[in-house]
């Protein structure tokens, strides 16, 4: 299910992953990383309390562990940056485990190449404090074992996954990401 899932968002993925890199080598000052920030704390914000809702323990387990919008305004409030709220209607789409699932697959993903981000981030800024860049650094030295464990409990729960409704939430959360840093 993970490769197909994988194949057929990547196309979505690639997309948003153009604007958010044409985004990141335009950041010059603190100013301009808060704005980031703070565009990804709008629309995570929402999307992450419902994940948390519809995503139980006996699906992925550590489901209370992958928070990563407490870290959006920890850097927020150490860079100084106003926090403004913009309301993301994205999160109403999210009605079922396997679309949010799909949801869930983007974010947790994104945490891999949050880990090249942390380094362009620390040169380009000249970053020595960690606090600063938390959020693309969420799980540290565990990065790569809570992607492995996220596909693990993806694996063993595929016969309550519908695998249509998983990748049409992928392919939604790519888009909507990539409209939303565009538009914000």
Known sequence: MLVQLKEETKLFHSSVEKV??????????????????????NFYESIESKLQLEITE????????????????????????EIKDIENNFASK?????????????????????????????RQLNLTDLSEISYFNSYGEATDEMWHDFKQHITTSEEFIDKNEMILGAKDTFEALRIWLLQN
């Open 20 to 41: 958010l890199i044409a985004e990141l080598k335009e950041i010059a000052t603190k100013n301009a990383y808060g704005n980031l920030l703070l565009k990804l704390h």
């Open 94 to 122: 999210i009605t079922n485990l396997s679309y949010a699932l799909g949801v869930l697959y983007v974010i947790e993903g994104s945490t891999l190449g949050g880990k090249i981000i942390t380094n362009l981030l620390k």
């Open 58 to 81: 006996a699906i992925i387990p550590d489901i209370k562990s992958r928070n990563h919008v407490k870290h959006l305004k920890n850097d927020l409030y150490a860079i100084g940056h």
